[in-house]
């Protein structure tokens, strides 16, 4: 710009060199004024012209970050940071009560299916415990290793196990439980994400699109969840999907488990003879693992032949204020024994379908689910897998499942829910000659099931049908930087009914009151 200046001065000079030796000094200082004059306002145009490149510049940048995802912040606030990875802790202390009317020596709540019928002394006993095996915590650790490469490692654990030495005599020794171990990879530019390690299986609900570690579980107390709900979690693999900002499809392989029902109950003390002899040690439907495995030898595992193979869709559509989530899925499942030198297997086909929807933002939520297939050990009853014929080959039983549920939250720290929810069965079985065998067969000896300490042998009613009605509330008592304080109280009413045999077709229910209260270290 001086430079600029100086030409101009000095071409002005030589052109009025003559006129400059006869003028006085003063037409040399208007000169130079007029030049400081046009130095000025050629450097107000130059900067003029500089903010207009910068606010240029900064516009292009938005228009550049808006179609780009957004940047993965490795120490965001509130978070523990670590050489760019990300650790988010979860979990709470807890302390739950529960009264029953029938006594089933559980801290934990419900087993719907075995709830006793009048023949056991538990019918007429009931009891009351607290525990504190609900306690659960959590860990997760995310980072950016590559461009638009995340991954993400999840552990949880709660004190539910129960080895063969854990029990309430003394300390109380029981063992952590393995709830979910995974690691997570996901390409933000691709919009795929795959998963490896145990979590919830794929069939359970989810709140929002694909959440391999959360699942949309009733809001209770009782450990056993509701009647209805889908709650295996089991090691695997799973991909999904971004199909768009609303859509995500899905599918696992997972380790599969067999639930069998033995299904020989004899009305008379005859066993059963036929072609191919009557049940025995050959049938290894459930296979006892063997000594000095990792498995302990007093549990038993089925024979295993394929994985269970699940896809899903999820639907998450935009609608204002109003969220609303849409699931469906269908899960192949095989079923393996070997019996008189033979392998058996059956093939079976179940699908279900979920929907949380919020029908007055921010206050009231509902829920519900529906499956149906041979998803005996996946729900909370809970039901047989499969049972047996008399020469080993395997008859799926068909479940069908219902859950609704609603919740309301009337204040900022009061919620007020209620859910209904069923699991039903058909009979399914076979006789040779008078021998029953199978599930819920109509002669089975039910004749002593509503006689107090009759003999087992004469009351062999199967489960036809479970039923929950509850209801409860949770309140938080307390909020702040140290966490939070929550406490809450469960009421529910529990039916089992059997399958009609010789004697009739026994039912029996169960009314539960359980109260928890829960710290929250980690609570934002």
């Not at 095996?133 to 290793?145: D, H, I, M, P, Y």
């Not at 005859?270 to 439907?285: I, K």
Request: one cysteine or more.
């Amino acid at each position: 710009m001086r430079i600029l200046g100086g030409i101009l001065l000095g071409s002005m000079l030589l052109s009025t060199g003559p006129v400059l030796a006869e003028d006085d000094a003063s037409e040399l200082r208007a000169l130079k004024a007029r030049l400081r004059q046009l130095e000025q306002k050629m450097e107000v145009q130059a900067r003029k012209e500089e903010a207009l490149a910068a606010r240029q510049s900064a516009m292009q940048d938005t228009r550049m970050a808006a179609k780009a995802p957004v940047p993965f912040d490795p120490c965001a606030s509130g978070k523990l940071c670590y050489k760019g990875v990300t650790f988010t802790f979860g979990g709470w202390v807890d302390l739950t009560g529960i009264y029953r009317t029938r006594n089933l020596a559980s801290d934990t709540g419900s087993v719907y299916a075995f709830i006793p019928f009048p023949q056991s002394k538990n019918f007429n006993t009931g009891e009351s415990r607290f525990s504190a095996r609900q306690t659960r915590f959590s860990v997760l650790a995310e980072a950016e290793v590559f461009a638009n490469t995340r991954v993400a490692g999840y552990g949880e654990l709660d004190l539910e196990g129960a080895a063969q030495t854990a029990n309430s005599v003394a300390t109380n020794s029981f063992n952590p439980r393995l709830r979910q171990a995974s690691v997570e990879i996901s390409r933000s530019d691709l919009g795929l994400h795959v998963l490896a390690g145990q979590s919830w299986s794929l069939n359970a609900p989810s709140k929002a699109g694909i959440d391999p570690r959360g699942v949309d579980a009733p809001g209770v107390i009782d450990f056993e969840s509701v009647p209805g709900f889908l709650a295996a979690r089991q090691p695997g693999i799973r991909v999904w999907q971004d199909i768009g900002p609303e859509f995500k499809l899905a599918v696992s392989a997972e380790n599969p488990q067999t639930s069998f029902f033995g299904g020989n109950a004899p009305l008379v003390g005859t066993p059963a003879v036929g072609p191919q002899g009557v049940l025995n040690p050959n049938l290894l439907v459930n296979l006892t693992g063997p000594g000095g495995s990792f498995f302990n030898n007093a549990n038993n595992v089925s024979l295993n032949h394929v994985p269970d193979f699940t896809v899903k869709g999820a639907w998450d559509p935009r609608l204002g204020a109003y969220k609303l989530h849409v699931e469906g899925w269908a899960m192949y499942r095989d079923f393996y024994d070997r019996f008189n030198f033979a392998n058996h297997d059956v093939s079976t086909v179940s699908f279900g379908g979920h929907f949380s929807a919020e029908i007055v933002p921010k206050l009231l939520e509902l829920q519900g689910s529906a499956s149906h297939g041979a998803l005996g050990r996946f729900p909370a009853a809970p039901f047989p897998d499969a049972t047996v014929r008399q020469d080993g080959t395997i008859q799926p039983l068909p479940i069908t499942a219902f859950l609704l549920g609603t919740v309301w939250h009337t204040t900022p720290s009061l919620d007020l829910y209620a859910y209904a929810g069923l699991e039903k069965t058909k009979p399914t079985f076979s006789n040779v000659g008078t021998v029953p065998f199978g599930y819920g067969n109509p002669l089975y000896n039910n004749l002593g099931c509503n006689i107090e300490n009759s003999p087992a042998a004469t009351c062999n009613g199967n489960t036809s049908e479970v039923r929950q009605y509850t209801a409860g509330f949770y309140d938080t008592i307390f909020k702040g930087d140290y966490g939070a304080i929550k406490a809450g109280i469960q009421y529910s009413y529990n039916q089992r009914f059997a399958f009609a045999g010789v004697g009739g077709a026994p039912r029996t229910d169960d009314h539960i009151i359980m109260s928890q209260i829960r710290y929250y270290p980690f609570s934002p």
